[in-house]
């Protein structure tokens, strides 16, 4: 018997251990590459996708935990929010290597999507669970304001 899961809108049936992590399911079974493994223990936010709307780490969340709910990974995510993260992230120039990207859009979409106006002080403590290697964080912050601004 698989587990069913609803990915970026559209029903799956899995046939997959329940703990096997979102992350594999999402990559390896559903072929959606956007989502990325950083560290396989929650500490780097590269695998940010949303369950319900918030974000979550999918390496550490077992599929059978998530069987019947909404998940959202980068290639679906397309809210009003979501594009103006994105827009923002090219007007910034955020971008460096790109590897952690997907999860810092994804924790930056859910962070605006619950507190519209986030202080620097609110950016900082919200993205804080995601690592750029690059150290694109001023960029990133700057990125993030600007989407606050282009919603307002």
Request: charged fraction near 20%.
């Amino acid at each position: 018997m698989g587990i069913e899961l609803t990915i970026n809108g559209e029903k799956h049936t899995l046939e997959v251990a329940e703990d096997t992590p979102l992350l594999w399911a999402i990559r390896d079974h559903l072929h959606l590459t956007g989502t990325k493994y950083g560290c396989g223990m929650a500490q780097c936010g590269a695998c940010t996708v949303h369950l319900n709307g918030n974000a979550i780490r999918s390496c550490v969340t077992p599929v059978g935990s998530v069987a019947g709910q909404n998940v959202t990974t980068i290639e679906g995510v397309n809210s009003r929010v979501a594009k103006a993260v994105q827009t923002s992230w090219d007007d910034k120039a955020v971008v460096q290597c790109g590897y952690c990207q997907s999860g810092q859009i994804m924790s930056a979409v859910a962070l605006l999507e619950s507190n519209p106006a986030p202080s620097d002080e609110d950016i900082d403590n919200f993205m804080s669970g995601n690592i750029c290697r690059c150290s694109t964080y001023v960029r990133i912050r700057a990125a993030i304001k600007d989407a606050a601004t282009k919603l307002a």
